[in-house]
């Protein structure tokens, strides 16, 4: 056991997809030079593509924070009304955000693990009439809960209100509609479905959205919404760009479109059903059962064992690297990763170190529990794909709702029954 390889498990950074990191070494480029503005040009056009939008699609050098922080100085002022939908730490930094700059905001809270209804955000809109925006996550990164976007946009909708929607981690996880369901901003970033490293975010920006920037106070200079528009429409970003990070995910983008969006996110909700499969078979407990998200599940730890515990296992044991809980759940849950660049092989080794380190720890575990769900899943997938019968469930209003997502503890047996019938 003298060669340990490092495998990034973990929600954010993923594992990078093998052309865009090659795509890197030919950054020896200067962006003010027509051969960079083809390229640049192609991946936003790409981007737009991908996300399936027509809204403008900016890119940033930032973290998927700086589109955050950008999405509220350029399109509020101070003292406008905001709903913040807080059921994590990622919900929090919404709230954080939204206070830096001024705002009235309204904080929904949920606990973590669950998630803010729909119900509530109409209740608070009906409340607040002067609402100039709601922000919410798409999936909360912290406790691997997925908020019901659609349901909320709806609402918004109806309003003078924008929706601002932090899919960071959500998009290519879970469907999400930006033009059909009326999501007005759409935050996302490198690291994640994207498959390579940070360093990068993109917004959608919708009409209605422009036209509440129109009128916003708020002070702002490197993230200037309306500047980064003109300059990307000339096929240059406003500032010096990561030019290695365009290279890399121009070639991810051409790997997007070629398994198809809908493909990438079946991926990950078959991946995050599977986990919940094994990990219930090995008699553990499913952090927010009741909202599972496709982008990461979160499992907690056994009664009396810090979460830490398993962290640490993976990475001195196999080098693998998985994820603690973050917030007031530290020390109480890990967290596993589905998104962009993961396999089922991936998550047969995963599983399987999980259950050599439950035993070093002396957690009773039969070797072998959560792998065989994980085999009988994918072998009922694989002959479901190759008779050509739906890869999700179709029990809408039964339990499992319609997608792979939807899958509850202890449900799975249903799932695959609808898959197999």
Same mark, same amino acid.
């Given at each position: 056991?003298h060669? %340990?390889?490092?495998?990034?498990?973990?929600?954010?950074p993923?594992?990078l997809?093998p052309?865009?990191?090659h795509?890197?070494m030919?950054?020896?480029? @200067?962006h003010r030079?027509?051969d960079?503005?083809?390229?640049?040009?192609?991946a936003?056009?790409d981007l737009?593509?991908v996300?399936?939008t027509s809204n403008?699609?900016?890119? &940033?050098?930032? /973290?998927g924070?700086g589109?955050?922080?950008?999405?509220? +100085?350029?399109l509020?002022?101070r003292g406008?009304?905001?709903?913040?939908c807080?059921a994590?730490?990622?919900?929090?930094r919404?709230a954080?955000?939204a206070?830096?700059?001024?705002?009235?905001?309204k $904080?929904?809270?949920s606990?973590?693990?669950s998630?803010v209804?729909p119900?509530?955000?109409a209740?608070?809109l009906?409340?607040?009439t002067r609402t100039?925006?709601v922000f919410?996550?798409?999936?909360?990164? /912290?406790?691997?809960a997925?908020h019901?976007v659609?349901?909320?946009a #709806?609402l918004?909708?109806?309003?003078d209100?924008i929706?601002?929607?932090?899919?960071i981690t959500?998009?290519g996880t879970m469907p999400?509609?930006?033009?059909a369901?009326g999501?007005?901003?759409? $935050?996302?970033?490198?690291? =994640?479905?994207?498959?390579?490293?940070?360093?990068?975010?993109?917004? +959608?920006?919708?009409p =209605?959205?422009?036209a509440?920037?129109?009128t916003s106070d708020?002070p @702002?200079?490197?993230f200037?919404?309306k500047?980064?528009k003109? +300059?990307?429409?000339a096929?240059e970003?406003s500032?010096?760009?990561a030019?290695?990070?365009?290279l890399a995910l121009?070639?991810a983008?051409?790997?997007?479109k070629h398994?198809?969006i #809908?493909?990438?996110v079946?991926?990950?909700?078959?991946l995050?059903c599977a986990t919940r499969?094994?990990v219930?078979a090995?008699?553990?407990?499913?952090?927010?059962?009741?909202h599972?998200g496709?982008?990461?599940?979160a499992?907690?730890?056994?009664k009396?064992?810090d /979460? #830490?515990?398993i962290?640490?296992?993976?990475?001195?044991q196999?080098g693998?690297?998985i994820?603690n809980g973050?917030?007031?759940?530290?020390?109480?849950? &890990? %967290?596993?990763? @589905?998104l962009g660049?993961?396999?089922f092989?991936?998550?047969? #080794?995963?599983?399987?170190g999980?259950?050599?380190i439950l035993?070093a720890?002396k957690?009773?575990v039969k070797f072998?529990?959560?792998?065989?769900a994980?085999q009988?899943?994918?072998?009922?997938?694989?002959?479901? /794909?190759a008779?050509?019968?739906?890869?999700?469930?179709?029990?809408a209003?039964?339990?499992?709702g319609?997608?792979?997502s939807?899958?509850r503890?202890?449900r799975?047996a249903?799932?695959?029954e609808?898959v197999t019938?």
């Amino acid at each position: 056991m003298h060669i %340990r390889k490092q495998r990034l498990l973990t929600p954010g950074p993923t594992p990078l997809y093998p052309p865009a990191l090659h795509a890197m070494m030919a950054s020896d480029i @200067h962006h003010r030079t027509e051969d960079f503005r083809k390229v640049y040009k192609q991946a936003l056009t790409d981007l737009k593509d991908v996300m399936g939008t027509s809204n403008d699609v900016l890119c &940033f050098a930032a /973290s998927g924070t700086g589109a955050m922080d950008a999405a509220v +100085s350029n399109l509020f002022s101070r003292g406008d009304q905001v709903i913040v939908c807080s059921a994590g730490k990622f919900g929090e930094r919404w709230a954080e955000i939204a206070k830096a700059y001024g705002l009235d905001a309204k $904080v929904l809270t949920s606990e973590y693990g669950s998630v803010v209804s729909p119900e509530r955000v109409a209740a608070a809109l009906n409340e607040q009439t002067r609402t100039r925006g709601v922000f919410l996550q798409a999936c909360e990164t /912290s406790t691997g809960a997925e908020h019901d976007v659609k349901a909320i946009a #709806g609402l918004v909708a109806k309003t003078d209100a924008i929706l601002v929607v932090d899919a960071i981690t959500g998009f290519g996880t879970m469907p999400l509609e930006i033009d059909a369901w009326g999501l007005d901003v759409v $935050v996302t970033g490198s690291q =994640k479905s994207f498959m390579i490293p940070p360093g990068l975010a993109f917004m +959608s920006v919708s009409p =209605k959205a422009w036209a509440h920037g129109a009128t916003s106070d708020l002070p @702002h200079y490197y993230f200037n919404l309306k500047k980064e528009k003109k +300059s990307a429409d000339a096929g240059e970003s406003s500032w010096t760009p990561a030019t290695s990070l365009i290279l890399a995910l121009g070639e991810a983008l051409k790997y997007v479109k070629h398994i198809g969006i #809908g493909n990438l996110v079946e991926n990950a909700q078959q991946l995050a059903c599977a986990t919940r499969r094994a990990v219930s078979a090995l008699g553990l407990e499913l952090f927010a059962a009741e909202h599972p998200g496709s982008a990461v599940t979160a499992v907690r730890a056994p009664k009396g064992m810090d /979460s #830490g515990v398993i962290v640490k296992g993976f990475r001195t044991q196999f080098g693998s690297i998985i994820t603690n809980g973050q917030g007031s759940m530290k020390g109480q849950i &890990f %967290r596993i990763a @589905h998104l962009g660049y993961f396999d089922f092989t991936d998550l047969f #080794g995963l599983i399987a170190g999980l259950e050599l380190i439950l035993h070093a720890n002396k957690i009773p575990v039969k070797f072998g529990t959560g792998v065989a769900a994980l085999q009988e899943f994918y072998a009922a997938a694989q002959e479901a /794909s190759a008779a050509g019968r739906p890869s999700s469930c179709s029990r809408a209003g039964q339990g499992c709702g319609t997608g792979w997502s939807q899958c509850r503890t202890g449900r799975c047996a249903e799932v695959l029954e609808a898959v197999t019938a």
